[in-house]
């Protein structure tokens, strides 16, 4: 609700409006005594962001089904610091089913403590592949989009917005762990739809942030794994399971 948006709903500028997407100096307004409302927005005439009346929960179904509004909402008009974080705590879960997987695969049981120490390695090895997968996956990405509308990203803080846009978009990662664990005959076909939600989510998220059409974030997406596979290959070449 109102209540709990940060103060910085007082600084001006800093907004943008969910519907068509043009900057705006503040969601609402105070009128003391508890009486508050919701800005308008001077292009669409709509109000700039109604999510603010939102409970999380609804705005979290909203991106969930890859609103635009609630994108907008998420990226420009609040002030959510967690990008890190949450790209980390999605690496470990990819790292885990891997690992898991190569666990199955091997029919060493030794409980010798090499064999142990062999294993936990394997986990820090699988947590290090996928952070360089994603990582060339984003410089991708970037690579694409800048060669293709060098005008979007001419400032360090557009590239800083994108990034965290993406970070924040592969949060459907978290969805390795429980298909995991409720492990079912159709495991590899839920993992393939999480994959095809999180590119999904990548493509709104990079549509949002630059003000693109629909087309140009699958492009930069479609060479961005091309350029992940290849960082695939090139383990595989070496001799390493991923």
Not at 88 to 104: G, I, S
Not at 152 to 175: E, N, P, V
Not at 208 to 223: G, S
């Amino acid at each position: 609700g109102l209540g709990v948006l940060p103060r910085a709903m007082a600084a001006l500028g800093a907004y943008r409006c969910i519907e068509c997407n043009e900057e705006a100096t503040e969601l609402y307004r105070d009128y003391q005594r508890g009486v508050l409302r919701i800005s308008i927005c001077k292009s669409c005439q709509k109000p700039v962001d109604k999510y603010i009346e939102y409970d999380p929960v609804i705005i979290l179904i909203n991106a969930v089904l890859c609103k635009a509004q609630a994108y907008r909402h998420i990226l420009f008009n609040t002030k959510i610091n967690i990008h890190g974080k949450l790209c980390v705590f999605c690496l470990l879960c990819e790292a885990y089913l891997r690992w898991l997987q190569l666990q199955d695969s091997s029919q060493n049981t030794d409980p010798d403590d090499l064999i142990r120490y062999a294993k936990e390695w394997d986990f820090y090895r699988m947590f290090g592949i996928a952070s360089l997968e994603q990582t060339s996956f984003f410089i991708g990405i970037f690579i694409t989009l800048w060669w293709m509308t060098p005008e979007m990203l001419k400032r360090k803080s557009d590239f800083i917005l994108l990034l965290k846009a993406l970070l924040l978009s592969t949060y459907g990662k978290l969805l390795l762990i429980p298909a995991v664990i409720w492990e079912h005959d159709y495991t590899p076909l839920c993992l393939a739809f999480i994959k095809v939600f999180v590119l999904i989510s990548n493509s709104q998220a990079i549509r949002v942030t630059l003000d693109l059409n629909r087309i140009l974030p699958w492009f930069a997406i479609f060479f961005g794994l091309i350029l992940e596979n290849g960082v695939v290959c090139l383990f595989q070449k070496m001799g390493w399971d991923v």
